[in-house]
């Protein structure tokens, strides 16, 4: 059992078989079969089905032994007490990995727990390691391989989500995906009998996809040993974890969902800044720390210069900052004396820097390449400028439907004037993060469905965008705290 | 000074005049404008501009004197220096009251406040109540009347904002359009001169329009006056308050922005524990809290009952819960028997219950009905059942995209149902909360954009459906906190 587990084979396999492909819509032979094809899954299928002859257009086959190619990836959605049988196939035939949705094992009773352990000694006799029992599924869109209940489409991004809750996993990831934040590799753990979170930590430390880990954790069976693993990993990459069951009713209710033991929240916490685990204190701020933690620089100190369309979020974002323990140094002379060549008189010639409304362009970029560039802040949070296209649109539409005709044509240019300058913005943010090695974090109160995350996938840094001031002030603060943590590791 | 102002012609006047009405885009003048008439205003609209004869396809007058019939609400958007005159005028013609979106005033120089001291003198002389200055419009969607820089269309609803922002204001109301919130008042209080915090709230508590008020706060002036009458105001209708400068970094932002005096988070909190004002922590929770306190019931105690797609979900749930001092109380073997009916014998026969994924719509109705009626709780949260159309849509799509034509049929069904289904589920919710006075949240992590208040405007209760468990769960706990504040006051 000390053996490294294969992984890979699970995550990046060249072929799958599903074992239940169904052509019947709901059953999970269906809904993860259909996902993996319609995903565009590159590697070769073999649904696994001795009544129908095709399912979803694909010629079947009555079992594994009767593919005729080697199959890497065996996906199990069959009732309970016909996994055994399935995993002694496997290792006739050399199957490297499975991957077991059934459900009916550990999770329901004794009867169940013993056919679950019959499992793992078939795994391991058979030398291959399976997700589950009780998954709902996995996917990695570097492989394009969509194998769950969720059909979101995902962009392909640094972060990897281990989920010990199916239908959590799978609901975080359709967020994810309406959000626009990429999340590479997904894997809903389900009972863990065989994986565990020690061995996904393992893999994916070292999978080159992956950049940012992160886990809905609900307990841990050798607490130490993860606990270890956690320590030396996080120093690699940054784990973040959204912990079920830290409280007493929390606990509760996990134990009655996975059997995991309660916790105490405190305990937890304090668990995460000794091993430089990144704690997310609810589950909108899991996704928002994922973006910005695999997509912008760890700033170096808990110094902040912020830029603000207008006042009222400047206070607002500066009483979060002391919340959460960041600095706004006030403006020296020599920043004030450039921001005042490009602001009207009245401005408040401080941090954060109030733009007073105005729409000339030149003082957005102005002020915000100055505090980027200036030596005395850390990061730089810049409040309104993105998402002002949705609100100009909105005068436009007024515009045209009251206005003379006459005006119809300039109104009518206004729109990719700006939509122009908001593209120009988002790559200037990310030339400024690249120059400065700073992170800049751009937050609009309007709607921003699907671009919390923006750029080129091939740059080094992508920008993130927040719906409000106080998730950008809480995932810099988490990720000043993770930089601390790497620094007293190197001393 | 002590007679109340006028604010009825401010905010439902039967006529609008908008001095420096232009036909500029982007000027002020002509973005309030155009707003007020695409806005489908139905009173009056008189644009005042010497130079142009018609101002969006409106005949326009010289000044407001050559108006020939009654104006009521004067709005100004011409420079700093102008208005006094035109206040002299509106005392001449008698006009009702005014809206100064022009800046200039205290918010710049000494110069400005003497200006602004002017026009309180002209306006206690011309015995009309004013706006402003500085402000960034007004709206009452009562009236589909919209002078506002957003241009965001909101349904008409009981939540009145007063902002001591304008740009925060607008910032706020544009999402709340997105979110479906229905702000029915708004107003950007500028700089105050003449009009109050104190003075929107006399009003507010009386307009019958109102049912919920929320405040955007940096600072009063008389703070001992807003407290009694924030106390006084509390028992009649919940009061939420997001303070900006609550913080010394905040204080500091604040003193920059509108001149507001720094202030202590720990002592804001408690003031509004002592008056019954609802706190709000950031500015999410500022919008969350009003959908919550103006479309559902408050809770009568702190015990709540949940049903879950999922274990993870309830597990976060009762996270939260623990984290806010709600209890969850364990399923009693009576409503067990009940829902032993409906769900797989391998359901965890707890509160929360799991109803493990299961699609049979009977299991979710029969679950949330019993935790509806159930005497020992007192709020109810329902995870994942609204929500599922999003994730059941995409599962359609790949059947579609994946399977033989002869399936087509039965797939092209399922989302109509599905649709079907979900309206039904928002009507039960509602139904429910009627029939049992009980506060009762859905909460599911797909996107709900413009969904977070659903139901029919004449019925006694909305439902309100946040996308994460610990925004429905902080709602309830500020609900119950405020419906313990109006129970002292009873006694």
Same mark, same amino acid.
């Given at each position: 059992m000390t053996t490294k587990k294969d992984l890979k084979s699970i995550f990046y396999p060249k072929s799958v078989a599903m074992v239940g492909a169904s052509n019947t819509f709901g059953k999970w032979g269906n809904i993860t079969y259909t996902n993996l094809i319609a995903g565009g899954y590159k590697g070769k299928i073999y649904p696994i089905n001795p009544k129908d002859e095709y399912v979803a257009k694909i010629k079947s086959y009555p079992s594994l032994k009767d593919v005729p190619e080697p199959i890497d990836l065996v996906v199990i959605a069959t009732p309970a007490n016909t996994v055994a049988d399935i995993f002694k196939e496997m290792k006739e035939i050399g199957c490297k990995g499975a991957v077991v949705i059934s459900s009916g094992f550990s999770e329901v009773n004794e009867e169940g727990k013993k056919l679950e352990d019959e499992l793992i000694k078939l795994a391991e006799d058979g030398g291959f390691a399976f997700v589950g029992p009780?998954? &709902?599924?996995?996917?990695?869109?570097?492989?394009?391989?969509?194998?769950?209940?969720?059909?979101?489409?995902?962009?392909?991004?640094g972060v990897s989500l281990i989920a010990q809750s199916g239908n959590l996993?799978?609901?975080?990831?359709?967020?994810?995906?309406?959000?626009?934040?990429?999340?590479?590799?997904?894997?809903?753990?389900?009972?863990?009998?065989?994986?565990?979170?020690?061995? /996904?930590?393992?893999f994916l430390v070292e999978d080159e996809n992956t950049n940012t880990i992160l886990f809905y954790m609900e307990g841990v069976k050798d607490g130490r040993k993860f606990l270890e693993?956690?320590?030396?990993?996080?120093?690699?990459?940054?784990?973040?974890?959204?912990?079920?069951?830290?409280?007493?009713?929390?606990?509760?209710?996990?134990?009655?969902?996975?059997?995991? &033991?309660?916790g105490n929240a405190a305990m937890y916490k304090a668990m995460c800044a000794q091993t430089g685990l990144v704690w997310a204190s609810t589950s909108p701020e899991l996704l928002n720390l994922s973006a910005a933690f695999s997509n912008i620089?760890?700033?170096k100190?808990?110094?902040?210069?912020?830029?603000?369309?207008?006042?009222?979020?400047?206070?607002?974002?500066?009483?979060?900052?002391?919340? /959460?323990?960041?600095?706004?140094?006030?403006?020296?002379?020599?920043?004030?004396?450039?921001?005042?060549?490009?602001?009207?008189?009245y401005w408040n010639r401080n941090n954060p820097v109030d733009l007073v409304g105005t729409t000339?362009?030149?003082?957005?970029?102005?002020?915000?390449?100055?505090?980027?560039?200036?030596?005395?802040?850390?990061?730089?949070?810049?409040?309104?400028?993105?998402?002002?296209?949705?609100?100009?649109?909105? &005068?436009?539409?007024?515009?045209?439907?009251?206005m003379d005709e006459s005006y119809h044509d300039f109104l009518n240019m206004v729109m990719p004037q700006i939509t122009e300058y908001e593209e120009y913005y988002r790559k200037f943010i990310i030339e400024l993060m690249t120059k400065y090695e700073k992170p800049i974090i751009a937050v609009s109160l309007t709607e921003i469905s699907g671009k919390t995350v923006f750029g080129d996938c091939k740059a080094k840094?992508?920008?993130?965008?927040?719906?409000?001031?106080?998730?950008?002030?809480?995932?810099?603060?988490? &990720? /000043?705290?993770? /930089?601390?943590?790497?620094?007293?590791?190197?001393?």
């Open positions: 009780n998954t &709902m599924g996995i996917s990695n869109t570097h492989n394009d391989m969509y194998i769950t209940a969720v059909h979101a489409r995902l962009k392909k991004g996993g799978n609901q975080l990831i359709s967020w994810a995906a309406a959000e626009g934040i990429a999340v590479g590799i997904f894997c809903g753990s389900g009972n863990e009998a065989h994986i565990s979170c020690e061995d /996904y930590l393992d693993k956690a320590a030396e990993s996080a120093t690699k990459k940054p784990i973040i974890i959204l912990k079920g069951g830290k409280t007493e009713l929390g606990g509760r209710a996990a134990k009655s969902h996975t059997g995991a &033991m309660a620089p760890l700033p100190g808990n110094r902040v210069g912020i830029t603000t369309l207008g006042g009222g979020w400047g206070v607002v974002t500066s009483d979060a900052c002391s919340d /959460y323990g960041l600095e706004i140094p006030p403006l020296p002379k020599s920043i004030v004396d450039v921001i005042d060549k490009v602001l009207p008189p000339d362009t030149t003082a957005h970029l102005t002020a915000l390449e100055e505090m980027a560039k200036w030596k005395d802040v850390d990061a730089v949070i810049t409040l309104g400028v993105l998402g002002r296209s949705k609100l100009i649109q909105d &005068m436009v539409t007024s515009g045209l439907k009251t840094y992508k920008g993130v965008h927040y719906q409000n001031p106080e998730q950008a002030v809480m995932v810099l603060a988490k &990720m /000043y705290q993770y /930089y601390k943590f790497l620094q007293d590791k190197k001393r």
